[in-house]
């Protein structure tokens, strides 16, 4: 099975992009990293205490991710969509399997970080580049809309998410397993980065 990982900050397109290349090439899935942060009192307390809670790893539950992923990587089948909830803090899962997956795509701000944990498995990894003000409205949108977030809080929230994510995304943080490394810094056509993933 092909693995492509796609990274950026939040607001960068890693969404937008990976659900281009499913639409161009029908046999993949995406797992999405902002699907699987830790829910019940951990995502409800922590945030009060910890700046930046949801941009940090320790939001991310691992151990949930790394169940399904190595699900799909093994048997080329998923069996269930996850979706959080960001304002109930809460993880839906719905039933929808999907058959005969050649390539699993991992985007989010944690699929650096999860793709250095990987041992012995060839990858291809997507950097996203986009301008810090492009990726600022993109974001406040989103949050205002799908999180509930007063304009203001969503402004300081990402700017603090810009700043831990370039703190420990350093440029050579990628281990050698990649064979592939790309880096967009602007709008690229989806036909020519799928005849880089896939030729």
Same mark, same amino acid.
């Given at each position: ?12 397109? +890693?969404? $937008?992009?990976?659900? *281009?290349?499913?639409? +161009?090439? %029908? ?6 990293? &902002? ?26 539950? +691992?151990?949930?991710? *790394? ?21 109930? %803090?809460? #993880? *839906? ?6 058959? &005969? #997956? ?26 996203? +580049? $986009? ?13 205002? %809309? ?6 203001? *809080? ?32 602007? %709008? ?12």
């Amino acid at each position: 099975m092909n693995l492509i990982f796609i990274s950026g900050p939040s607001g960068s397109g +890693k969404t $937008t992009l990976s659900n *281009q290349i499913i639409k +161009k090439n %029908k046999n993949g899935i995406v797992l999405s990293t &902002d699907n699987y942060y830790k829910t019940g009192l951990i995502s409800k307390l922590l945030p009060k205490f910890i700046e930046g809670f949801f941009d940090r790893s320790i939001s991310f539950n +691992k151990k949930l991710f *790394q169940k399904d992923f190595d699900f799909i990587y093994k048997n080329g089948v998923s069996i269930c969509d996850r979706y959080y909830n960001f304002e109930k %803090k809460t #993880i *839906q899962n719905i039933l929808n399997e999907t058959n &005969d #997956i050649s390539f699993l795509i991992v985007e989010g701000i944690f699929a650096k970080e999860f793709s250095n944990t990987l041992n012995n498995k060839d990858y291809i990894f997507i950097e996203l +580049k $986009t301008k810090k003000n492009e990726c600022m409205k993109r974001v406040v949108q989103r949050d205002i %809309k799908e999180r509930g977030k007063e304009k203001k *809080q969503a402004e300081n929230d990402f700017l603090k998410s810009w700043s831990i994510y370039y703190e420990k995304s350093e440029p050579n943080s990628i281990k050698n397993n990649t064979d592939k490394f790309i880096i967009i810094e602007k %709008k690229t056509d989806v036909d020519h980065i799928l005849k880089k993933l896939f030729n």
